[in-house]
């Protein structure tokens, strides 16, 4: 949680207990960050220094991921030419290259567009950590013809 506290309301008054909080967390052995989207829920991330400072230093030599509108962030902190993002917050990605894909890849930068497109995006994630072989698996598990 970015918010200081564990317990998060999610914008459709879901509570949610985090696991830790963002600034208790050991960064150092992550492979890649996830920045999940929503309306209120990038507004949050985008207050968050925490996920600001992460997010530049993973996009150095790790992986960054965003999906709807959270790409917005990405975009605004410069770290990504070409991406995807929800049609809401299109005009919030600057000079960015926005296509109208479900997943784009700018090398180590992954963005999906919207809910639509999570599992396509879920999918690319798994690919890029553990292989196209276990993307696959996963992919035939879940019956997704996509």
Same mark, same amino acid.
């Given at each position: 949680?970015?918010? @200081?506290?564990?317990?998060?309301?999610?914008?459709?008054?879901?509570?949610?207990?985090? =696991?830790?909080?963002?600034?208790?967390? =050991?960064? @150092?052995?992550?492979?890649?960050?996830?920045?999940?989207?929503?309306?209120?829920? *990038?507004?949050?991330?985008?207050?968050?220094?925490?996920?600001?400072?992460?997010?530049?230093?993973?996009?150095? =030599?790790?992986?960054?991921?965003?999906?709807?509108?959270?790409?917005?962030?990405?975009?605004?902190?410069?770290? *990504?030419?070409?991406? *995807?993002?929800?049609?809401?917050?299109?005009?919030?990605?600057?000079?960015?290259?926005?296509?109208?894909?479900?997943?784009?890849? =700018?090398?180590?930068?992954?963005?999906?567009?919207?809910?639509?497109? *999570?599992?396509?995006f879920a999918l690319t994630l798994v690919e890029i950590m553990v292989g196209k072989e276990k993307a696959d698996q996963i992919k035939d598990a879940i019956c997704y013809k996509g």
């Amino acid at each position: 949680s970015v918010m @200081g506290r564990r317990d998060v309301k999610s914008s459709r008054d879901i509570l949610i207990l985090a =696991d830790c909080l963002a600034e208790n967390v =050991d960064y @150092g052995s992550a492979r890649m960050i996830v920045l999940p989207g929503g309306r209120f829920g *990038t507004e949050n991330l985008g207050k968050s220094d925490i996920v600001k400072e992460q997010c530049r230093e993973f996009a150095k =030599d790790k992986y960054v991921a965003a999906v709807c509108a959270a790409p917005s962030i990405l975009a605004s902190l410069g770290l *990504t030419n070409r991406a *995807t993002v929800h049609p809401d917050f299109k005009g919030q990605m600057g000079d960015v290259e926005v296509l109208d894909e479900s997943v784009v890849v =700018d090398g180590n930068i992954i963005t999906g567009q919207g809910l639509g497109a *999570t599992i396509p995006f879920a999918l690319t994630l798994v690919e890029i950590m553990v292989g196209k072989e276990k993307a696959d698996q996963i992919k035939d598990a879940i019956c997704y013809k996509g």
